[in-house]
């Protein structure tokens, strides 16, 4: 099953097993309608119910049912909470789970097969792409709309502008 990180827990809030949560989603409003979620505990994800949410303009607040005082919630700090694919929100046009990109065959325009894309940096301005070329080495592009002219993650397939990435792209042998 697919896990989806949406918050990584900071803090405990109070004294009552409440924890202050870093949203690592795009739309914060998604956590006021959330009731069930897995902590993420090294490989495994533990089931929890959300049982309180308050959504802030800086952080979201919230109660794990089973936590209840400030020591189990000191205890969380650090945790990732996740979601499973069906519980997901869908992402906006243009944009892509990072996991579903993962895998993904990159060619270029010119006919030219790129690598496998095999991670993505999330660098504030834009992410970038690293992708594992063969023989060996790797390729570093940023996620722009003019470089990425096709992004299907259905057939793993990504096709970037062979002029663009001339300019943008960096090689690491």
């Not at 739309?27 to 959504?55: C, H, I, N, W």
């Not at 892509?96 to 660098?123: M, N, P, Q, R």
Request: charged share 25%; glycine share 8%.
């Amino acid at each position: 099953m697919d896990y989806f990180r949406i918050g990584q827990i900071l803090r405990p809030h109070g004294v009552t097993g409440n924890v202050k949560l870093l949203p690592l989603t795009d739309d914060v409003k998604r956590f006021r309608a959330l009731s069930e979620a897995y902590l993420e505990q090294g490989s495994a994800y533990m089931p929890v119910t959300v049982t309180q949410v308050s959504v802030q303009p800086d952080a979201v607040f919230l109660h794990i049912s089973g936590c209840d005082t400030r020591e189990e919630a000191e205890r969380l700090r650090g945790t990732y909470l996740c979601v499973d694919r069906a519980h997901a929100a869908k992402p906006a046009q243009g944009r892509w789970f990072i996991k579903d990109l993962i895998g993904c065959t990159v060619s270029d325009t010119a006919g030219g097969v790129c690598g496998v894309l095999t991670d993505v940096l999330e660098t504030g301005a834009n992410d970038v792409y690293l992708i594992e070329r063969k023989p060996a080495g790797t390729l570093m592009i940023p996620a722009l709309k003019k470089l990425l002219l096709e992004v299907d993650v259905e057939n793993k397939r990504i096709l970037v502008d062979a002029a663009v990435l001339a300019e943008v792209g960096l090689y690491e042998d």
